[in-house]
């Protein structure tokens, strides 16, 4: 029995937007067989040297599946308004959000949207609060475009995930700790930390045919983390 489920992942910018699109598919039956298989070899009493070739060839094949069980199509950080974005009436933000995702015209039907859902207020807990009306209309939009597919995900659920040791945000608020002027630029640096170091090691090992630069990795992590906090609600 296959299963295929698509996922698209925005991280909402004022200008940009940070895009996940990934296809999780595997063949449970397939995977299954390889599972048991290598089980029944290991639970042998004699092992020969074609047994132990065997069981080598099933392990490396059951990785490739697993390899494969995440396929990227797309990664990436998106400029979609050009120039000074605050400055640009919301006719003109409106026909550029829309034409950007023209792209995403074939999406299948059964695709879940990931949308970030920005708060109006930036800060809090003491800290001095920050406006943000920009980011959140962008998110809006993005969720009537792409009804009922999509879905609302709060900013922290990203910090929740992470993928190995030394990758998780508790790690990364304490490297940053005292490190800028104040505690929100502290938690902030270590955010976006946390979001590109577990970026970074997925791709490694599951796409490592797509490099992203330092300057356009920000907003795409943001994304694909939020893209593994759904996975883990």
């Known amino acids: 029995m296959k299963f295929q489920q698509e996922y698209l992942s925005f991280d909402c910018a004022y200008k940009s937007l940070g895009v996940c699109h990934i296809i999780l598919e595997f063949d449970i039956d397939a995977l299954t067989e390889q599972i048991n298989a290598i089980i029944d070899?290991?639970?042998?009493?004699?092992?020969?040297?074609?047994?132990?070739?065997?069981?080598?060839?099933?392990?490396?094949?059951?990785?490739?599946?697993?390899?494969?069980?995440?396929?990227?199509?797309?990664?990436?950080?998106?400029?979609?308004?050009?120039?000074?974005?605050?400055?640009?009436d919301i006719e003109t933000k409106t026909a550029a959000l829309k034409q950007f995702l023209t792209r995403y015209h074939d999406i299948s039907?059964?695709?879940?949207?990931?949308?970030?859902?920005?708060?109006?207020?930036?800060?809090?807990?003491?800290?001095?609060?920050?406006?943000?009306?920009?980011s959140p209309i962008v998110a809006h939009q993005l969720c009537y475009h792409f009804s009922p597919r999509a879905r609302m995900m709060a900013p922290t659920l990203k910090g929740k995930v992470s993928l190995g040791e030394n990758m998780h945000l508790d790690y990364f608020m304490n490297q940053f700790a005292g490190k800028f002027k104040t505690k929100s630029e502290d938690k902030r640096k270590a955010r976006k930390e946390h979001t590109k170091a577990n970026l970074k090691?997925?791709?490694?090992?599951?796409?490592?045919?797509?490099?992203?630069?330092?300057?356009?990795?920000?907003?795409?992590?943001d994304a694909f983390m939020q893209f593994l906090a759904y996975l883990k609600i």
């Open 201 to 221: 090691w997925f791709l490694a090992r599951f796409a490592p045919h797509i490099h992203l630069p330092e300057s356009t990795a920000d907003d795409a992590a």
């Open 41 to 88: 070899l290991t639970n042998l009493t004699s092992l020969t040297n074609q047994t132990i070739n065997t069981l080598l060839s099933r392990v490396d094949t059951l990785r490739d599946m697993i390899v494969n069980i995440l396929r990227v199509v797309d990664i990436n950080t998106y400029d979609i308004l050009p120039g000074n974005a605050k400055e640009t």
């Open 109 to 134: 039907q059964d695709a879940i949207i990931l949308i970030e859902n920005q708060p109006m207020k930036i800060g809090g807990y003491g800290f001095i609060q920050k406006t943000n009306t920009e």
